[in-house]
């Protein structure tokens, strides 16, 4: 017989049995032809899946461990397992919800592909971002340690001259010394000899008036021997001696310099929110009204910056020296002014309460502490601009170059260079040029958002370096482009940013979605911060005013 004679034969409807099949039931894992496949559909009590044969799922049902013979094609709700069509029946699963295994697949497969789903597009891609950072960190390892073996062999050099000069002043007082002891017995030396000299002259004399029997010179002769009695003095000089001076091993290691202790710090691996954590609405909503609830008169001329150092006292920067401490009522606490006279770029305060500003007239960055001014970073070829401080404690810096052509971000360690932030994976700078206004702040999740003025853009990188993204406005902004100002970061991870001459502020998600406006009659807005219960202060430049805004 003609093979494929023989399968238009074998593949027939399995409900009727005599037609050719052209359609299957997924849902039943029946084939049909055409006339089965209506009489099929007309039981509405089962959510039937028909679909053309050829399209048709090969699915392997597991066999049953208790029957050999019979495919698991049912499921146990109470069970929780796969089970044939004798074990339903059996007084195993008595009493049981047993249901469809195809209705269980579809929600399992649905499961399956939610998983893959976010291992693609979430878990995945951390990890190879991890594993970046790593290597990135590899490469700064290389090149840190290459700068700790120049330092040493450069204090080796300075250890080196040093020594090479005082080697060098022993000599020259050994020489001096010696020189000296040379003169005193020369001088000695001349001072015997003339002696000497007069000496054989008294003693030719006496010769010759011996010889001569001359009564008048005998008569006339004086002797001089008394007077030669007493020797000349002898100068007896003592070789100065040399006192080597026992060289202590951990006293010249101490003089060289030392390592600090060798720190390896494992972190706790974060663990990421599920796909639906991350949608889940945040724990304090945004308001549908925002409320002013305080006015600050700050008597500034013209206000720039504020940092919160509590819920109702606030530091606040202007148009001179003058750093201002002032509580919700206007009054003054406290004011200090710049080390340099100058007036300072930005404040901060520190997780200690004290508070830093920086200072581009100078190139420094200085820490208030007690009332007590101390330059803690000194910048070479860079101006610093605006200051954060970081919830480990370090400080994010804004700089610009010397000859305005680069800007960049560098955090520190106290005093220490850390990260410095400056281009994106194509090597294409992050931040435009010039000295513009380039407030800083850092995000809950560690991201560091930037509002680059000149750009007309905030930039938000992560705590790696890497760009995230750029909000460049709303398109609602009409009337004038995005003039970012100001930024500050909330505890739910909000981004806000003064858009400074259209009078409003721009409340982002973390991943830099729009989410509203606040308003509240604000002229000017310029610096923000939040205080720890998420209140908003908000500068008014030309106004000289601190508004205190609640929007959650």
């Known amino acids: 017989m003609d093979p494929l004679r023989k399968a238009q034969i074998i593949l027939l409807c399995d409900l009727c049995k005599t037609a050719h099949l052209q359609s299957h039931c997924e849902r039943c894992d029946i084939n049909l032809c055409q006339t089965c496949v209506g009489k099929h559909l007309s039981d509405s009590s089962i959510r039937h899946k028909v679909m053309p044969y050829k399209y048709r799922k090969s699915l392997n049902y597991s066999k049953c461990p208790d029957h050999a013979d019979k495919l698991c094609k049912n499921y146990c709700e109470k069970c929780d397992i796969p089970v044939c069509s004798t074990c339903v029946s059996s007084s195993n699963h008595e009493g049981h919800d047993i249901s469809d295994i195809l209705e269980k697949l579809s929600a399992k497969t649905e499961s399956l592909q939610k998983?893959?789903?976010?291992?693609?597009?979430?878990?995945?891609?951390?990890?190879?971002?991890?594993?970046?950072?790593?290597?990135?960190?590899?490469?700064?390892?290389?090149?840190?340690?290459?700068?700790?073996?120049?330092?040493?062999?450069?204090?080796?050099?300075?250890?080196?001259?040093?020594?090479?000069?005082?080697?060098?002043?022993?000599?020259?007082?050994?020489?001096e010394m010696k020189n000296k002891h040379l003169s005193t017995l020369n001088k000695n030396t001349d001072e015997i000899t003339q002696k000497m000299g007069e000496l054989k002259q008294i003693m030719s004399d006496l010769k010759s008036i011996l010889k001569s029997n001359d009564?008048?010179?005998?008569?006339?002769?004086?002797?001089?021997?008394?007077?030669?009695?007493?020797?000349?003095?002898?100068?007896r000089v003592t070789v100065p001696s040399f006192s080597a001076q026992k060289i202590n091993k951990d006293q010249f290691n101490g003089m060289f310099g030392s390592l600090s202790p060798l720190s390896i710090n494992t972190e706790h691996g974060d663990t990421m929110k599920s796909a639906e954590a991350v949608s889940s609405p945040p724990v304090k909503p945004l308001l549908d009204e925002p409320r002013l609830t305080a006015t600050i008169d700050t008597g500034y001329d013209y206000l720039y910056s504020v940092s919160c150092l509590s819920e109702d006292q606030v530091w606040t920067r202007g148009e001179n020296e003058t750093m201002k401490l002032l509580n919700l009522q206007s009054k003054l606490l406290t004011s200090i002014q710049t080390k340099s006279g100058n007036k300072p770029g930005d404040i901060a305060v520190t997780r200690d309460a004290d508070l830093v500003y920086t200072d581009y007239s100078n190139d420094t960055v200085n820490l208030i502490k007690n009332k007590q001014i101390q330059t803690v970073i000194t910048l070479q070829g860079w101006n610093p601009l605006y200051v954060c401080c970081t919830a480990s404690g370090d400080l994010l810096v804004t700089m610009i170059s010397d000859d305005l052509k680069q800007s960049k971000v560098v955090r520190y360690s106290g005093s220490t260079e850390k990260q410095s932030i400056q281009f994106?994976?194509?090597?294409?700078?992050?931040?435009?040029?010039?000295?513009?206004?380039k407030y800083i702040s850092e995000n809950k999740n560690l991201d560091i958002c930037v509002a680059d003025n000149i750009a007309s853009a905030v930039v938000v990188v992560n705590q790696s370096g890497k760009l995230r993204f750029r909000y460049t406005g709303h398109p609602s902004n009409t009337e004038q482009s995005f003039d970012p100002h100001g930024i500050t970061t909330d505890s739910q991870s909000h981004i806000l940013t003064a858009d400074s001459y259209n009078h409003r502020?721009?409340?982002?998600?973390?991943?830099?979605?729009f989410l509203c406006y606040i308003h509240c009659d604000l002229e000017r807005p310029f610096g923000l911060c939040v205080d720890i219960r998420d209140n908003l202060f908000v500068t008014e430049r030309d106004t000289a005013k601190v508004k205190k805004i609640q929007y959650l």
């Open 115 to 175: 998983d893959l789903n976010e291992l693609e597009t979430r878990i995945y891609p951390r990890y190879e971002e991890m594993a970046s950072d790593v290597q990135t960190e590899k490469t700064e390892l290389e090149t840190n340690y290459g700068e700790l073996t120049t330092i040493a062999d450069q204090q080796g050099e300075i250890l080196h001259r040093e020594i090479t000069a005082i080697l060098n002043q022993r000599k020259s007082d050994i020489q």
């Open 215 to 235: 009564v008048s010179l005998t008569y006339t002769y004086k002797s001089r021997n008394t007077e030669f009695r007493t020797l000349p003095p002898k100068v």
């Open 424 to 437: 994106d994976d194509q090597g294409r700078p992050l931040y435009s040029p010039g000295r513009y206004i």
């Open 505 to 513: 502020i721009h409340i982002l998600d973390q991943d830099g979605q």
